[in-house]
């Protein structure tokens, strides 16, 4: 058996087809939905990042707003502008690019940023609602991870999902949207000691922990569904994610690729969180 591809770009397509008439319609109502990106400093990936989110927008007929500062900027100032962008009715969206300079509490200027605004999902209050089954916003790789399972038609109720790390911005969101689709789930990590042991149980892998090959075909049940969120780099500088693709294409009966999996569907939920803000606050005019 050979996996079928998950093809994030067809589906961040699709969907980003449905945030511009979404966009169309608020805007022909008055309300043009705003994302202000805020950047801090000169890391170029961040740079990268930065500007595929503000041309995502602007192709959907979003407003955006790209605020650029050296790494001299203090908190203060940083916390100033949140503050700002929070009390903007122009704008329904505000990410922080992280990561943020040295001196710059990242937690605290997450939580600088008003909720109903928090796009990334980063937010406590985010958080909890995701906990607590309220709406909210989620956070973009995750709920985009959950997109591509509705997409190829996999319902995770009554499965057995493995999540392979628990950060707050994947591994433990990722874990929660999954149970609430009814799956029965195990985080695994760095201090899980036989993680083959749990991933040959599973029918959906998530892996995200940034390390390469930590998931080899010997690792996957048989026609398994495998979705890979990390983004690594082989010696040769070619993008890779944390699975064994090649091994583990031939024991899966889907899979991610890297690039052109997760990777597009993160941006697109940010559309999304974006959109769903901007309809939110024009139904509260």
């Known amino acids: 058996m050979t996996a079928q591809l998950i093809d994030g770009n067809a589906l961040s397509k699709q969907l980003r087809a449905e945030v511009a008439t ?46 650029k500062y050296a790494d001299t900027m203090t908190e203060a100032e ?51 609602a995701l906990m607590v089954g309220q709406e909210g916003f989620k956070p973009c790789t995750p709920y985009g991870c959950m997109k591509m399972l509705e997409f190829i038609g996999v319902d995770p109720k009554g499965k057995h999902a493995v999540v392979i790390g628990r950060s707050n911005i994947v591994g433990k969101p990722m874990a929660m949207l999954l149970l609430q689709a009814n799956a029965t789930v195990t985080v695994c990590h760095s201090a899980t000691p036989d993680l083959a ?62 690039p052109g999996g997760v990777g597009p569907m993160t941006i697109t939920m940010l559309l999304v969180n974006t959109i769903e803000s901007a309809e939110r606050a024009a139904a509260a005019r």
Not at 115 to 125: C, I, L, W
Not at 199 to 222: C, E, F, S, W, Y
Request: proline share 5%; aromatic share 4%.
């Open 197 to 258: 042991h749990f991933t040959r149980q599973a029918d959906i892998v998530v892996a995200a922990v940034g390390k390469r090959n930590v998931l080899t075909a010997d690792m996957v049940k048989p026609g398994a569904v495998v979705l890979d969120v990390g983004m690594n780099r082989t010696e040769e500088g070619k993008l890779c994610g944390d699975v064994d693709f090649d091994g583990v294409k031939e024991v899966a009966s889907w899979i991610t690729p890297v």
């Open 22 to 67: 979404r966009a169309a319609a608020l805007t022909a109502r008055g309300v043009k939905p705003g994302l202000a990106v805020v950047l801090v400093g000169e890391n170029p990936a961040s740079q990268v990042y930065v500007r595929n989110k503000v041309k995502a927008c602007e192709d959907a007929g979003m407003h955006s707003v790209l605020e």
């Open 78 to 128: 940083l916390l100033a502008r949140v503050d700002a962008l929070n009390n903007d009715p122009s704008i329904h969206g505000i990410l922080v690019q992280l990561p943020l300079p040295k001196g710059i509490d990242a937690h605290k200027v997450i939580e600088a940023i008003a909720p109903e605004k928090d796009v990334d999902g980063f937010h406590v209050a985010s958080a909890g």
